[in-house]
C-alpha cells in the first residue's frame, strides 16, 4: 500500500473512533436483547458515574435494542421502568433521577414477559 493510502485509512479510522465514543457519551447504557445457545439474555448494564461530567444532566438514557423475533419486556423496579420492546425495535428511555430508589447502587434489569428470560445488573455510582 501507498504512504499516502495508509495515513488516509488511520485518519479514518480515528474520526470513526471518536464518532463512537461521542455516541457513547449520549447514553447511560445500552441493552441488547439476544438468544445464545437457546436462552434469552438481556445483554448490558455496567457501570454509571453519576459524578462523571459527561453524562446527561437530570435523568438516565438509556438505548434498549431487541434482537429477537418476538416482544421481549425491559424492566427495572426500583427505576419504575418496564417497557416492552417489539422484535427488531430499538427504544430510548429516559429515566428521571427522581424515579431511582435512592436506597440501592445496584439495580436488576429483566424481561417482566419471560422469568426464563436473563437479566443483569446496573451499578450506579453516586
Ligand atoms: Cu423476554
Not at 29 to 48: C, M, P, Q, R, S
Not at 50 to 70: C, E, M, P, W, Y
Not at 78 to 107: R, W
Amino acid at each position: 500500500m501507498k504512504k499516502s493510502v495508509i495515513i488516509f485509512v488511520l485518519a479514518f479510522v480515528m474520526f470513526a473512533g471518536i464518532g463512537l465514543v461521542s455516541v457513547a457519551q449520549a447514553q447511560d447504557g445500552k441493552f441488547v436483547a439476544v438468544e445464545i445457545a437457546g436462552t434469552k439474555f438481556w445483554l448490558g448494564g455496567g457501570d454509571v458515574d453519576l459524578r462523571s461530567g459527561l453524562r446527561t444532566a437530570g435523568a438516565l438514557i438509556f438505548k434498549v435494542t431487541n434482537k429477537l423475533d418476538a416482544d421481549h419486556g425491559f424492566a427495572i423496579d426500583a427505576m419504575k421502568v418496564k417497557q416492552v420492546v417489539k422484535p427488531g425495535e430499538e427504544v430510548t428511555i429516559s429515566v428521571p433521577m427522581g424515579d431511582l430508589d435512592q436506597a440501592l447502587a445496584v439495580y436488576k434489569f429483566y424481561c417482566h414477559l419471560h422469568p426464563g428470560h436473563i437479566g443483569g445488573t446496573l451499578v450506579v455510582v453516586k
